[in-house]
């Protein structure tokens, strides 16, 4: 059994391929093509008694092809958690039939602290702030996060180390990231036991 984290997938969401610089076309085919080769590098790397974190943004759909995103979301291996991010602001409902069995903002886990931002500034995004606030305040030395896309993860002078989630970042490769810390390995085995 292993544990993943990943982000930002944008399933779905044709601007993220231009924003984000995806190579595949900026049209509906390109994001069709784009959803259908990570899900292909997902299942390729994840067995079906792994633990996934997902750290934000997993889709963004039109009504006419949500229910295809759904079905590709819900077919991925493993058992998976979902962080939520800026973008995931369709009803919990729809998580769930995506297959996500626990879902929430952040984590605390010792030392670490698991959320959609890397938490480096509280000037742009209010749930940063707050989410900064508490990860300053929980004495928190390590942030795992998404949001930033291809860019590597900020440096601040506090010494907080960080690491980039997102499918974009190119050493990621579009693929999970396996996760070997004991402590992240122990919480969220426990936590996936209640769901199977």
């Not at 984290?5 to 779905?12: L, P």
Request: glycine share 6%; aromatic share 14%; hydrophobic share 30%.
């Amino acid at each position: 059994m292993n544990l993943y984290f990943t982000s930002d997938h944008h399933f779905g969401h044709t601007n993220i391929i231009k924003y984000a610089g995806r190579p595949f076309e900026w049209s509906d085919e390109g994001t069709l093509a784009c959803a259908e080769y990570m899900r292909d590098r997902y299942q390729a790397t994840v067995q079906e008694d792994d633990v996934v974190v997902f750290l934000g943004d997993v889709a963004l759909t039109r009504a006419a092809t949500k229910q295809y995103y759904i079905d590709l979301i819900s077919s991925l291996k493993g058992t998976r958690f979902l962080v939520k991010g800026n973008h995931d602001t369709q009803p919990v409902n729809f998580y769930r039939s995506c297959g996500f069995t626990d879902i929430r903002t952040y984590h605390i886990v010792g030392r670490h602290f698991i959320c959609h931002y890397p938490c480096a500034s509280d000037e742009y995004y209010p749930k940063e702030a707050e989410f900064k606030k508490i990860c300053d305040s929980s004495g928190c030395r390590e942030i795992w996060h998404g949001h930033i896309h291809e860019k590597p993860s900020p440096e601040t002078p506090d010494g907080m180390i960080r690491h980039n989630m997102c499918v974009d970042y190119a050493p990621n490769d579009f693929l999970p990231v396996l996760i070997t810390d004991p402590e992240l390995r122990s919480y969220f085995f426990k936590r996936a036991e209640r769901f199977r």
